[in-house]
Every structure is written in structure tokens, then in C-alpha cells.
């Protein structure tokens, strides 16, 4: 039996509406902040006690710039991800 756009459609209209919320992206975020700190650590530094400027030592900009990588994905698992 071939799946056709008719069956894929079926499935759709019978699949209750999932959407991301505040819980998802807390947790994503929550989880960034932990990486961002352990980062931080390994560089030898206290998460939030760095001012980022151009001077920062390249480490932090590194950390800096993973969080803002997660963040961003943050944005995409909130708006998305299956929620009940």
C-alpha cells in the first residue's frame, strides 16, 4: 500500500493540535544557562561577572557565542515542540 497525500492529510486532521509553550522553552533555556555556566568554568571564570566586550578573553567569547547558538534554538523548540 502506498502512503498518498490523501492518507497523510487523514492523519493530520485527526491529530490533535501540539504546540510548544513557556514549559519547553524554559527547559531549553535552563539548559543553555547550564552549559553556558560550565563554560564558563572551564575557561576559569564565574558566568555573569564578565562584561563582553572586545577585550573579553576568547574563551568566554566562545561561551558567549554557544549560548546564543542554543538560545536561538530555544526559540525554535518553544514555538514547536509537542506540548500537551
Known amino acids: 500500500m502506498k502512503?498518498?497525500?490523501?492518507?497523510?492529510l487523514a492523519v493530520l486532521a485527526t491529530?490533535?493540535?501540539?504546540?510548544?509553550?513557556?514549559?519547553?522553552y524554559g527547559i531549553c533555556q535552563t539548559g543553555c544557562n547550564t552549559l553556558?555556566?560550565?563554560?564558563y568554568a572551564a575557561a576559569g571564570f564565574?558566568?555573569?561577572?564578565v562584561i563582553a566586550a572586545p577585550a573579553a578573553p576568547a574563551a568566554i567569547l566562545?561561551?558567549?557565542a554557544g549560548l546564543g547558538t542554543c538560545s536561538a534554538a530555544c526559540a525554535t523548540i518553544g514555538l514547536f515542540a509537542p506540548t500537551p
Open 15 to 24: 491529530t490533535p493540535f501540539v504546540a510548544g509553550g513557556p514549559i519547553a
Open 36 to 39: 553556558a555556566v560550565a563554560c
Open 46 to 49: 564565574t558566568f555573569g561577572t
Open 3 to 8: 502512503f498518498s497525500a490523501l492518507s497523510a
Open 62 to 64: 566562545a561561551c558567549n
